[in-house]
């Protein structure tokens, strides 16, 4: 258990829906990271969060955004949904945002179907 | 642009052998390189790490080498075990700008320990 939560599990739900995810950093950690698995991808960073703004961009969608709340937890939010976007969504959190290097610790992750 | 590559996508070893993981690597400006493993529907696990300063890390079972005029890194498991049967990614953080600490992955390998 690496102490990183994320809800729900699993969500199915239907192109052009709005969707939101849901993260639990570790306790401590100031930040949360969100990266997009699909099944031809790999790991794909989305987006940083460090003590509630916004770090750094990956590869994410318009359609896609996030935010990290006071009490650190972070919330994915995906928008006009297309089957593109089935995949496992992980969210990370380590201790620092910047100045060395600390190691993250994943969620299990959601996995979304679009159908 | 494939800044981490894994170039074998599967590896199949015997119990009690030596398990070789490879990574390959673009850009100069990575000095620190982490190994996850994961398993099916679960998020990545952190294994090991090694910076830029050191050739060779070591931890129990695992060693991870690192070949910076090579651009080269590898894991070895010594002795491999069929609990060690998972997708193993390579990462690096970026060394600086605006996207410190995202987390640049490889494809992964599937490793599969025979008993």
Partial sequence: DSGVTQTPKHLITATGQRVTLRCSPRSGDLSVYWYQQSLDQGLQFLIQYYNGEERAKGNILERFSAQQFPDLHSELNLSSLELGDSALYFCASSVVGAGGYNEQFFGPGTRLTVL | ?115
């Fill in chain 2, 1 to 115: 642009d494939q800044q981490v590559k894994q170039n074998s996508p599967s590896l199949s070893v015997q119990e009690g052998r030596i398990s070789i993981l490879n990574c390959d690597y673009t850009n100069s400006m990575f000095d620190y390189f982490l190994w996850y493993k994961k398993y099916p529907a679960e998020g990545p696990t952190f294994l090991i790490s090694i910076s830029s300063i050191k050739d060779k890390n070591e931890d129990g079972r695992f060693t991870v080498f690192l070949n910076k005029s090579a651009k080269h890194l590898s894991l070895h498991i010594v002795p491999s075990q069929p609990g060690d049967s998972a997708v193993y990614f390579c990462a690096a953080p970026n060394a600086g700008g605006t996207s410190y600490g995202k987390l640049t992955f490889g494809q992964g390998t599937i490793l599969t320990v025979h008993p």
